[in-house]
């Protein structure tokens, strides 16, 4: 019978395959891919199926997956990200960090403000990942990064992978046993046992199957769950590595969305692939050489129906998923509209308009409404035209096998085990075809996953030996002196916002930071005085503006973010006599506390929050910087004292508290060098009295300050104040000197004295 010589050709190329991968040495490359009949990927999944020990686990798996290799990679052709960002909205272009030029930063901003902004041009503003002047990754590295990464689960993944197989075959062999029913219920000389038996061993099939898939899925979540928490800590490593530029070109909601939406995506796609992808590959190849041993004739007119009607569906579906698209798209421009309306209820209450909110959420969700009747519709007529394929191959199957079974070339058996077998192919190509979009959505997702976790910092260490230069944030290389003095200068120092590079900040600025003093910086609003402690903190290095570089002649650089196009000229930031990219960027950062305007506080304990200065301190060094800050009475008064969690951005406390919070964890740090960038400003009279006189108990002698302030009675007691005025200190000495010349600063004493603002 053709069943017995099915079963037997199965039997065949799996005694000939295991004998071939048993003849594999160890180390050898993987057979090509396209060379895996289906006998042989069957003994490749059951030698995975022998004890997963490591060994075992480390020599099988790259074979079984290079074996996924071009489902993975067929499934995401290269021009698919252009096809999907092509013509979207701009809250669907933001899920592709795209590889963009330097200049179109500047050009997103222009826009942005020239547009207004809003809420999708702020998810839009995703950080320009390929600056460097590379291309994009591509999707063929993409997916063997994630087969690197699967590596440390190998063993759990070819276990996974080959009872998905397995369990695939057991679909193919399930139909030959339906037709051996038939035939027993057609042929009455059978013994009377022989219909249960057969009965009994479909049920086996049938629950071999089960078990196989259950036993798959369980070990395919481990592994990909295992896979994904891996990824994401990666990914959030790598993230809090980059530069600060980075992070200004950056939409925080499209960073979140890379470490936990796009993880999620394109591992969820890596399970449907290895599960789904290979259970279906092996029963469309399997059913189709089942349907071939069963019948040439019906197979032939089977495997020539079978892929014109999927193209048909294939197109269809198409259709359907850029309108589901574009759906999804008017979704989220309704619900950005309710987030920016309740984010910002203040300002929507204060200008009465709530009703104006309510009327755009409407109209998007209007526009929303006209094309889910239109999706409700295509998917019905979609569904409907399937039911109608299904049946009509069916029939086909029942009008050709009639007259094959007439004729007496098949029997009533042969064509249900045919039937039951064309319904699983059919099945399983649509299948395939379906996930080969899923693949290609998880392919993006991916990509744009790979691209942050390979992005390398711009930010330098020059290094002592051999001259060369690493990244500043994964390299210790640097200089790590036992002592600073803390004298601190600014040579010459030229700079422009990467986001801004047409706008010069600071033109030439000169100044110096004596070791153990206080130096107040003060000008107008816009004039560099944050953008010096910036410096001094190492978030960028110096660099021209691109219209200087123009008229300097110099060369323009191709990458667009911080330090990356800080040429020759662009003058030194150093310390005690030595540039800053020559000392270790992390023992650098150790040296200097920053309190700034708005105290950044977390979301946990006060005692947390002061910790994060140095997290090895004590307990008693807590209260110790604590009293020092001013700080103690008010937080041993709280109801669990230092064990009080704050909401977050320090919620729960006023504007005084949580800046004498953020100068304790500041002096627990124990810097060298303290930056109060307007650490007061924000202040009510009495609340900066409090800070000002934790500040002078004794906390600012030995120390290297830099005081910024827009205030001036909080300069006075420094003992030099450097007047900034665009971008160059144009005076500098004591207060009482400066106000002797009646230059810039005596100005900006008397504008404020009479009630103006001083910039």
Not at 32 to 45: C, I, V, Y
Not at 602 to 608: D, M, N, P, V, W
Not at 661 to 667: E, K, P, T
Request: aromatic share 4%; charged share 20%.
């Amino acid at each position: 019978m053709l069943r017995g010589r099915l079963l037997g050709a199965w039997r065949t190329a799996g005694g000939r395959a295991l004998s071939a991968c048993a003849a594999t040495p160890r180390g050898a490359a993987a057979p090509p891919p396209a060379a895996l009949a289906p006998g042989r990927a069957t003994a490749a999944w059951a030698a995975a199926l022998a004890p997963p020990s490591r060994a075992v686990g480390a020599r099988v798996a790259p074979a079984l997956l290079a074996s996924a290799a071009p489902l993975l990679l067929g499934g995401a052709p290269a021009h698919a990200e252009a096809r999907a960002s092509k013509g979207a909205p701009a809250f669907e272009r933001a899920r592709d960090i795209a590889v963009r030029q330097p200049d179109d930063d500047a050009d997103d901003d222009a826009d942005a403000r020239a547009g207004g902004g809003g809420a999708d041009d702020e998810r839009a503003r995703v950080p320009s990942v390929g600056a460097d002047g590379v291309d994009a990754v591509p999707l063929g590295r993409v997916w063997w990064r994630v087969l690197a990464a699967m590596a440390e689960d190998g063993w759990l993944f070819a276990l996974a992978m080959g009872t998905s197989v397995v369990a695939a075959i057991a679909g193919v062999l399930s139909s030959q046993h339906i037709g051996a029913i038939f035939d027993i219920m057609a042929d009455g000389g059978h013994p009377s046992h022989s219909l249960p038996r057969a009965v009994a061993q479909l049920v086996g099939v049938y629950a071999a199957r089960a078990l196989l898939t259950f036993v798959s899925a369980t070990l395919l979540s481990m592994a990909v769950n295992r896979l994904s928490t891996r990824l994401q800590a990666e990914l959030v490593s790598s993230l809090l590595q980059q530069d600060i530029a980075f992070f200004d070109g950056a939409a925080q909601g499209a960073l979140a969305q890379s470490v936990a939406a796009d993880v999620k995506e394109a591992t969820a796609a890596v399970k449907h692939v290895l599960q789904n992808g290979l259970q279906m590959l092996t029963a469309v190849l399997g059913g189709a050489c089942s349907l071939y041993l069963l019948s040439r004739r019906l197979s032939l007119l089977m495997l020539t129906a079978i892929p014109l009607t999927a193209i048909v569906f294939q197109r269809f579906g198409t259709y359907v998923r850029a309108l589901s698209r574009r759906e999804r798209a008017a979704t989220a421009a309704a619900a950005s509209i309710v987030s920016e309306s309740v984010g910002n209820i203040r300002t929507v209450q204060s200008f009465v308009a709530e009703r104006l909110e309510a009327a755009r959420f409407e109209e998007e969700l209007r526009s929303a409404l006209a094309l889910r009747h239109t999706l409700g519709m295509l998917r019905g007529a979609f569904f409907g035209l399937l039911a109608f394929a299904l049946h009509g191959v069916t029939a086909l199957v029942v009008a050709v096998g009639g007259s094959l079974v007439a004729s007496g070339q098949m029997t009533h058996g042969d064509v249900s085990a045919f039937l039951a077998q064309t319904r699983e192919v059919i099945s399983a190509y649509g299948g395939l075809t379906r996930l080969a979009d899923e693949a290609r959505d998880g392919a993006l997702a991916m990509r744009r996953v790979v691209e942050l976790l390979e992005r390398q910092p711009t930010l330098l260490v020059r290094q002592l030996e051999g001259g060369d230069e690493r990244p500043a944030a994964a390299t210790t290389a640097g200089l790590r002196p036992a002592h600073v003095d803390g004298r601190v200068e600014f040579r010459g120092v030229h700079f422009a916002y990467p986001q801004r590079p047409d706008v010069p900040v600071l033109r030439g600025l000169d100044l110096t930071l004596e070791a153990g003093k206080v130096t107040a910086l003060v000008g107008d609003s816009g004039s560099g005085k944050s953008t010096v402690a910036w410096l001094l903190e190492r978030f960028y290095d110096p660099a021209h503006a691109s219209a200087d570089r123009a008229r300097d002649g110099a060369r323009a650089d191709a990458r667009a973010d911080a330090g990356a196009d800080a040429g020759a000229g662009a003058g030194d930031v150093l310390l005690d006599g030595v540039p800053l990219p020559e000392y270790d960027l992390r023992w650098l950062r150790r040296q200097i506390g920053l309190v700034s305007q708005e105290p950044v506080l977390f979301a946990t304990t006060i005692e947390r929050n002061i910790l994060y200065g140095r997290p090895d301190a004590s307990a008693q060094e807590v209260r110790d910087a604590a009293h020092k800050a001013n700080a103690h009475r008010f937080i041993d008064a709280l109801p669990d004292g230092y064990g009080k969690v704050l909401g977050a951005g320090g919620a729960g406390l006023s504007g005084g508290q949580k800046q004498r919070v953020a100068i304790a964890r500041a002096l627990l740090k124990q810097p060298a060098i303290l930056i109060l960038d307007e650490a007061t400003s924000a202040l009510d009279a009495r609340s900066e009295r409090v800070v000002l006189d934790a500040l002078d108990a004794g906390l600012l002698e030995g120390r290297t300050t830099l005081v910024i302030a827009h205030r001036l009675s909080t300069v006075q007691r420094a003992d030099k104040i450097a007047v900034l005025k665009d971008g160059r200190v144009v005076e500098q000495g004591t207060h009482a000197e400066l106000i002797a010349r009646g230059g810039v600063y005596a100005s900006l004493v008397r504008l404020q004295l009479s009630g103006g603002s001083g910039g």
